[in-house]
């Protein structure tokens, strides 16, 4: 397709055209690994599903278009796709990160990269001017991930990407919590924009898988020499799972800032209740930002009951009923977790309290169900604290 289609258009037709073999209007699951050629090297663009498989071609057309990006790349997991990023760098280089970020990403950069002499440096990043007070001539990488998990800050990517080009420093942003719906990383002027495809963009906790997009063609050719020599790649039905999960996209993510918006309100209003972490309160010390940089506000809130010890945020937690008790986040239903033992349960307790990670937080993903059951829901566990 020529024209570019407006984003709720292409995330049924970005990138995609019927199959030319028989019209199928899905991208068939080519579930091979290998590929006839006529002669050696007369081949029809494929000859290992290593390098490439025609679903998962399919795949990365689409987060190109949906991220205005010139190229895609698709991953067995966020965390592969993550790991191919950052293995384009040296011993010795430097890379900032955001402090308060996914578990397993600091988990990766801690006890991964950094004993391959890579060093990271983590920092502030609502503080603009904390940024640009790391950067020297080693740094290679700034890594940023908006909102943050759990604590939801939000970080303002467009003076960080100026602060990359100005340094010639590559700028990544992990878009997993926004997804390209509430938030476009590269149009802001980031180098790279990567997902963890496992939540909102497939979408219904049925597959894990990384996605990336980028613009320039030296760094996707980069990339995709270390995707390829790696080879943390999916395979085609995970791809077909994904670009199934796309087409509604933008359908769930509208309903799932719908209700996270009404579920942010419901607990703030509730006198059991500490605190809540939401970007779309005009309190929130990063709303402006948040409201200048996204679409809306989404489907993640953190919450701290009053008293905020342990005890209770687990007696809440194994109280719900609609809400399931899972890690991960992004998918048609509704999750709870409790971060200081699940998803960020990896990271030193002094280090995660420091962000805000306390004992008694707990993170939802709101799902896409009728609100008043969630609000129900939460209502009841609530009231056993
Ligand atoms: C889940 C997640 C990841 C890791 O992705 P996987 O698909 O689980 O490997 C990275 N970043 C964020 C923000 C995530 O939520």
């Keep these: 397709m020529d024209k570019k289609l407006r984003f709720n258009s292409a995330t049924i037709h970005g990138g995609q055209e019927p199959d030319k073999a028989y019209g199928s209007v899905m991208p068939p699951i080519y579930q091979t690994s290998t590929y006839a050629q006529k002669s050696p090297g007369d081949h029809q663009g494929y000859e290992y599903s290593r390098t490439h498989n025609p ?6 057309r689409s987060i190109a278009a949906l991220e205005n990006g010139k190229h895609g790349l698709a991953f067995a997991s966020g965390m592969a796709a993550m790991d191919t990023i950052v293995k384009m760098f040296d011993p010795g280089d430097e890379i900032i990160s955001v402090n308060d970020l996914y578990g397993g990403s600091y988990r990766i950069f801690t006890q991964i990269f950094e004993k ?3 060093k990271i440096h983590f920092v502030d990043m609502q503080n603009i001017d904390a940024v640009a007070a790391q ?6 990488l700034i890594w940023v991930e908006t909102p943050t998990n759990p604590m939801m800050n939000v970080v303002d990517i467009k003076p960080i990407a100026s602060l ?3 340094h010639d ?4 942003v992990d878009n997993t ?3 390209p719906y509430l938030q476009q990383p590269l149009e802001l002027g980031a180098d790279i924009v990567m997902h963890s495809a496992t939540k909102y963009l497939a979408g219904h906790s049925d597959t894990v898988l990384g996605l990336v997009a980028v613009n320039d063609d030296a760094l996707h050719e980069k990339l995709a020499f270390i995707q390829n020599s790696s080879g943390a790649v999916p395979g085609p039905m995970d791809c077909f799972l994904t670009l199934r999960g796309i087409k509604t996209l933008h359908i769930r993510m509208q309903r799932h800032s719908e209700n996270g918006a009404a579920i942010a309100t419901f607990l703030k209003e509730n006198p059991k209740i500490e605190k809540v972490y939401w970007p779309g ?7 402006k930002v948040a409201k200048a940089q996204m679409k809306s506000f989404g489907g993640m809130i953190s919450f701290l009951p009053k008293g905020g010890d342990k005890a209770k945020a687990i007696k809440i937690v194994e109280s719900l009923k609609v809400f399931t008790l899972a890690e991960s986040l992004g998918g048609v239903e509704s999750l709870a977790g409790h971060p200081a033992s699940m998803t960020h349960a990896s990271i030193p307790k002094e280090v995660r309290e420091k962000s805000g990670v306390v004992d008694g937080l707990i993170r939802l993903s709101v799902g896409i169900e009728d609100v008043q059951d969630l609000i129900e829901d939460l209502d009841q566990a609530i009231n056993l604290i």
């Design 281 to 287: 309160f005009s309190d929130h010390p990063n709303h």
């Design 169 to 172: 420093i590559i700028v990544a």
């Design 164 to 166: 990359g080009k100005a």
């Design 135 to 140: 950067i020297n001539k080693k740094t290679k």
């Design 55 to 60: 679903t998962r071609s399919a795949l990365e």
């Design 177 to 179: 919590f926004a997804s």
């Design 116 to 118: 391959y002499g890579l």
